[in-house]
């Protein structure tokens, strides 16, 4: 599997609205009823060859009605009550050599409203597209400064910043806030010095940032403007360390209405 995303507007007293979509290896997107565990249907990506062009990354738009799913240099959207082929799909590069766009697999996805939303690579490359004008490309790239290592999740939070997690960085890894305004990095979430190549989540809720790291520990940050001090890109201070996971801790989510957090954790392990 190598995404999974819930529907946004699930409510447990309305069974339709209980599900969730999620891509895997040389399969499609599919919707899953959460109760009882069947398939409620399939959105079928196909290349320039008509081919099965497989999702790395899904995003739901925030009412629900899209299906975002990232494949290689293309963004490809789907009606989410049509299940089937049909879809609108958004190149993010003409060529896997062009100087331009965002190259490689889209590793990532989030949407900010029901038309602007980011992507990024495992290349490293991040940019924001307004789904209204999608043919005029990003309507901003960030850090370009520096390369990332490869992107692996995004989330918009609702004061103008794109947090963004890369996979097998050679620095400490660490959950990064761009501020939209410039593209430049206003605020990091360190996680651990160990890097690695699962994908690695994190949660936001208001000014908080749920993360685990690849030596299994938890931490909660506070991300709030301000929080740290005035320089451009602060370091979050950590409010709370929660008892360290038994392996690499992938999953990270905070409970939308109670003080509870939900995490994930497992890697492989070979015998010596």
Excluded at 173 to 184: N, Y
Excluded at 192 to 211: N, W
Aim: aromatic residues 8%; proline residues 6%; contains cysteine.
């Amino acid at each position: 599997v190598y995404d999974y995303k819930w529907y946004p507007q699930m409510h447990s007293d309305d069974p339709i609205s209980c599900c969730f979509a999620s891509c895997g290896r040389g399969q499609p997107a599919h919707l899953w009823d959460a109760f009882t565990g069947a398939c409620r249907g399939s959105y079928v990506g196909r290349d320039h060859l008509d081919e099965n062009a497989p999702a790395y990354s899904l995003a739901f738009s925030p009412s629900g009605a899209r299906l975002l799913c990232g494949g290689d240099r293309c963004v490809r959207v789907f009606d989410t009550g049509r299940c089937g082929s049909d879809c609108d799909a958004r190149p993010t590069a003409a060529t896997r050599r062009a100087k331009s766009g965002v190259k490689g697999l889209l590793g990532a996805l989030a949407c900010r409203d029901e038309a602007v939303y980011a992507v990024g690579s495992y290349g490293g490359q991040i940019a924001v597209y307004d789904g209204r004008e999608p043919s005029t490309g990003p309507a901003l790239r960030v850090c370009k400064d520096k390369p990332l290592g490869g992107v692996t999740a995004l989330a918009f939070d609702g004061r103008g910043r794109l947090f963004a997690a890369c996979r097998n960085e050679r620095d400490r890894a660490c959950v990064r806030g761009f501020d939209l305004r410039t593209g430049r990095v206003a605020v990091r979430c360190r996680r651990g010095a160990t890097p690695s190549h699962q994908r690695l989540g994190f949660d936001l809720r208001e000014d908080r940032l749920l993360a685990g790291g690849a030596d299994g520990r938890v931490f909660v940050f506070d991300v709030a403007p301000g929080s740290s001090s005035t320089d451009a890109a602060a370091d979050a201070p950590v409010v709370a360390e929660l008892p360290r996971a038994p392996d690499c801790c992938n999953g990270a989510a905070f409970h939308p209405h109670r003080p509870l957090v939900a995490l994930a954790s497992g890697q492989r392990h070979y015998a010596d």
